[in-house]
């Protein structure tokens, strides 16, 4: 698997389907991590950063991008790659130093993977 430089902008990253993206990862789940008043989100329009990585709350900003919410992201919503229809990346993050998948088109309910929503990290 070949990981796009922080540098690279989204028109540059190929557009993949969620099966290709299923297999790379051998099966795992993607993660957005989100704070308490999104826990219940299961839909979302797009676009949508997400990674393979599961973190614990206090190293979110050390390795991942994460912009626009003040609040703490102490829940991680799971969603099934299988169940994706239109992802770009994989990129390094422009300000961490994870990985990251953008999901173009958001997600519906039926790729979440917990039925509830997010869960909250321990």
Do not use: N
Request: hydrophobic content about 40%; proline content about 10%.
């Amino acid at each position: 698997m070949s990981i796009a430089s922080s540098e690279t902008s989204l028109d540059m990253l190929p557009v993949r389907r969620g099966e290709s993206v299923a297999r790379e990862l051998a099966g795992r789940p993607l993660f957005r991590y989100v704070d308490e008043r999104h826990a219940k989100e299961v839909r979302h329009p797009g676009p949508v950063f997400v990674t393979p990585t599961p973190y614990q709350p206090d190293e979110l900003q050390t390795y991942l991008a994460l912009t626009g919410w003040p609040a703490a992201r102490t829940f991680v919503l799971r969603l099934d790659p299988l169940k994706l229809s239109s992802l770009r990346g994989p990129r390094w993050c422009d300000v961490g130093i994870g990985v990251e998948y953008i999901l173009l088109r958001g997600y519906e309910p039926e790729a979440v993977i917990d039925p509830d929503g997010a869960v909250e990290i321990r």
